[in-house]
């Protein structure tokens, strides 16, 4: 059975604004084995990009803050490190793609400069031999003529070549966890399917382990071993991607799914989208956050927060629909 390389126990990452405190990461666990891809899906707001941040420290204080849980990377505690700590673990063992590279790249310098900058600062490289590295990744990432490219700024690459840039400036220090934020959005369909391969590709040359945070389960269906489902700050399903798709238990689990495009679907039923809104998360509801949009709502529901537990073996949840079943 692989090594867990990544644990995150009961996370929370709270905001104090002026409106009252924003509860971003309310109580997240999660575990991430070696070599393989975790899956962190939801809506927008959900809580998924905080709880990436939060791994990497990377949370404007003020006004976000830790204020619980543990984040154990090999074995280790992050939460204990300090500052100058956490900045020598950030590049060289948990590297993160955003999902914006246009904003990500500085429009003013070429790619070779940027590229080469995170090599020498993280590898102790010369300059000649961080550049010789730099067309090495860019090469490996399916970047033509990678040489002739280093002089080219941002502007002059397609969308998918800028991500291919920023995986390559990721993998460039071989990273233990590559931390991906919906790397495919900006991207059309063709690109997608090219950047999704190339990751997996990567995955197994350089044995990373990969968070994919996404809200589309069709890059999850395509390359995840695992899925936390995540709502209002909160994880409400886990489970490994063929029992998710196969047996989802949670309600929103449900939603997910039955807005899904399937391409067997001969009668061409109407998706079925989940109807309102999020919760403020300022203001939560007393019970279940997911209640007032769920069809299978009980009284419990709306009264009592459901317990996030083992259902099945490997399969957690949190929904009173399972209140009565145990482990199996």
């Known amino acids: 059975m692989a090594e867990t390389l990544l644990a995150v126990e009961d996370l929370k990452t709270y905001f104090y604004t002026e409106a009252g405190v924003v509860k971003a990461v309310d109580g997240v666990s999660f575990t991430l ?6 899956g962190v899906v939801g809506e927008s707001g959900s809580g998924k990009s905080i709880t990436a941040m939060s791994i990497l420290q990377l949370i404007a204080s003020p006004p976000g803050r830790i204020v619980g849980g543990k984040i154990i990377f090999n074995g280790e505690n992050l939460l204990d490190k300090s500052p100058e700590e956490i900045r020598k673990i950030r590049g060289n063992e948990i590297a993160m793609i955003f999902q914006d ?3 990500s790249l500085n429009p003013v310098l070429t790619i070779g400069e940027q590229l080469i900058e995170v090599i020498i600062l993280h590898q102790k490289l010369d300059k000649k031999s961080a550049a010789k590295k730099a067309v090495e990744m860019l090469s490996l990432v399916g970047i033509p003529e990678a040489e002739k490219r280093l002089k080219a700024y941002p502007h002059q690459f397609s969308g998918g070549m800028r991500q291919r840039a920023m995986i390559a400036m990721a993998l460039s220090c071989n990273p233990k966890l ?26 197994e040359r350089f044995h990373t382990s990969i968070m994919m945070i996404t809200h589309d389960l069709g890059v999850v269906a395509e390359i995840c071993d695992d899925v936390v489902v995540m709502y209002a700050g909160r994880p409400v399903e886990y489970a490994d991607v063929n029992t998710l798709f196969e047996s989802p238990l ?19 039923k109407r998706l079925e989208p989940i109807e309102g809104l999020p919760p403020d998360l300022v203001n939560m509801p007393p019970g279940c956050p997911f209640a007032p949009r769920c069809k299978k709502a009980m009284e419990i529901c709306r009264v009592q927060r459901p317990e996030y537990r083992e259902i099945k073996k490997g399969h957690l949840v949190a929904c009173h629909l399972y209140l009565n079943m145990g482990e199996q």
């Open 101 to 103: 590279p246009m904003t």
């Open 33 to 38: 084995k070696k070599g393989e891809t975790l």
């Open 250 to 268: 949670h309600p929103y689990t449900w939603g997910l799914l039955a807005s899904l495009p399937r391409i067997d679907d001969r009668e061409k």
């Open 178 to 203: 590559l931390i991906a934020d919906e790397p495919t959005t900006a991207l059309d369909v063709t690109i997608q399917a090219q950047i999704l391969k190339l990751m997996n590709d990567l995955k």
